[in-house]
């Protein structure tokens, strides 16, 4: 694995009349940097735990059988488990991941809750969002906040016996159909978790596809920071939302699944919301649209977005989701 230094979105500390950037101010310029080789289409796939990756494949798969392929899309963002359906799509058609996901064995609720574990369940989801919800609720802005989310899972993980890397890993291969980067522009979001700092990795970042998925995956909390060589990261989810639209800025139509709705936990004045993001979008030219699960997807994922149980009747709503929408999102996306 190579360890060359990854693009980052912390591009300067001031603007051009030499004032202090705010941390908006510096997502919208890491965000523009992307921009440079914008395509029209772009698609955006955010966080949602197991069953949220099964609602974007559902739903993927719906508009692929209806005549809408959108994993076709110039630029294909990912964010937690967004990052895994990103690299999913790229290497796999949608009716076979569709397939795989309702015809798997039955399981049972199990392991850790990611960042983007939706609405809250019992046992560690619970004590995960408790101590997420009270470094939220301390910090001063979304910098402070991406900071001491860092520092709590470095300190968590240092009682550890460091083995969690290499099962997390494991885990995370296991479900890529490959472990290559593909051709396209393929943008894989995480947080460095020393700095706090947003990170964006892509096929030019000198790091592998699986270890790109593991660490935007890597909640810090019941699973540990991710160790790509020398950095660690956490969870893409932390670095504005679950979603990270504002990343297709420059694109001339986005396309946003969002299993959690949009829905954010910070505070609105900080602009971390999906809709911030979409105005954002919009004021720049950029056309959007958001699919968000309906009330049978929300039905579908039950308490629990982590518990595997849920992607199959998940799976299965996101694909009628996703084929009622097909006639709609066929007239915008083409």
Do not use: K
């Not at 980067?181 to 030019?204: K, M, N, Y």
Request: hydrophobic letters at 40%; glycine letters at 12%.
């Amino acid at each position: 694995m190579n360890t060359t230094p990854f693009s980052t979105l912390h591009v300067t500390s001031t603007t051009a009349s030499g004032r202090p950037r705010s941390d908006q101010d510096q997502l919208q310029a890491g965000a523009t940097r992307w921009a440079r080789a914008a395509g029209e289409r772009a698609l955006v796939l955010g966080g949602g735990g197991s069953a949220g990756n099964a609602w974007s494949i559902g739903v993927i798969a719906g508009l692929f059988d209806a005549g809408l392929d959108v994993t076709e899309a110039d630029l294909i963002i990912g964010t937690s488990a967004g990052s895994t359906v990103a690299a999913q799509i790229t290497s796999a058609s949608p009716a076979q991941l569709l397939a795989d996901i309702l015809s798997a064995a039955p399981q049972q609720q199990t392991g850790p809750v990611g960042s983007d574990g939706g609405r809250v369940p019992i046992g560690p989801a619970a004590d995960h969002m408790r101590r997420t919800s009270e470094i939220i609720a301390a910090a001063e802005d979304a910098a402070d906040m991406r900071r001491r989310m860092g520092a709590a899972a470095l300190e968590m993980d240092a009682a550890s016996d460091g083995s969690g890397q290499t099962r997390w890993r494991a885990t995370v291969a296991a479900r890529l159909p490959s472990q290559r980067w593909p051709e396209r522009t393929l943008l894989i979001v995480a947080v460095d978790a020393h700095t706090g700092e947003p990170v964006v990795f892509d096929r030019h970042s000198g790091v592998d596809l699986v270890d790109a998925v593991a660490a935007s995956c890597a909640n810090g909390f019941g699973v540990p920071p991710y160790g790509i060589g020398d950095s660690r990261y956490i969870d893409g989810g932390y670095r504005r939302s679950s979603e990270n639209a504002d990343l297709a800025a420059g694109y001339g139509r986005v396309l946003v699944l969002s299993p959690l709705g949009g829905r954010t936990r910070a505070p609105l004045d900080w602009g971390m919301h999906l809709a911030a993001q979409v105005g954002e979008l919009r004021a720049r030219g950029s056309r959007v649209e958001t699919v968000l699960p309906d009330s049978d997807s929300r039905n579908a994922f039950g308490s629990n977005l982590m518990d595997p149980s849920r992607r199959p009747p998940a799976a299965r709503a996101g694909y009628d989701q996703g084929r009622a929408l097909a006639e709609q999102l066929t007239e915008f996306w083409r």
